[in-house]
């Protein structure tokens, strides 16, 4: 949750949220975390948020199967490809990249308390045949991995790179290693 009400802050400018745990119950949203007792527990967590251009995805909405999703790990307004003009710049010139339709590939920025609970939060809301998950760690594997019915791919976050141009090279090799797979 702290990730989110910083994301809210820093992206959206919201000054102060007030949150009722009825609300976030019938909206849907639940986590692992989330328990249910009188009052609201001041540490309970909400796995992931996403966000698409046009604003948070909502519970219950569920994007059309697209042939590349790309979920862009934001810790702040830094990060993000939607607020961040240098870095939705660097984005464009990835995803131009990989030439495909825009009308095939689905972005969402992504504010998560546990990255291992992307995959589970992602399918509730899209399928997709490949998924490339930019962050500033990935992960060390120079492999696809098969989650759902998608191949899945982690490479450095377009923020990352612009920190550390040096990083460059392996995040084109994730993408045309994903890029393969979906071919």
Known sequence: MHAYVKYLEQVLGVQKVLVDRKDLLSDGVRGEGLTVSSALPTDFEIPAFFYSSQGPVKAGQFFQKVRLAIINEVENLNDSVFQNKEVSELFLKMKAALK???????????????????????????????????????????SVQEIGDAKWVEAYSPSQLLEHPEDKKSAWSQMQLLMKELN
């Open 100 to 142: 495909l339709p825009d009308s095939q590939v689905l972005v969402l920025d992504c504010v998560m308390n546990d990255r291992n609970l992307i995959p589970a939060e992602f399918l509730k809301i899209a399928e997709a045949q490949g998924v490339l998950v930019f962050t500033r760690s990935p992960g060390s594997s120079d």
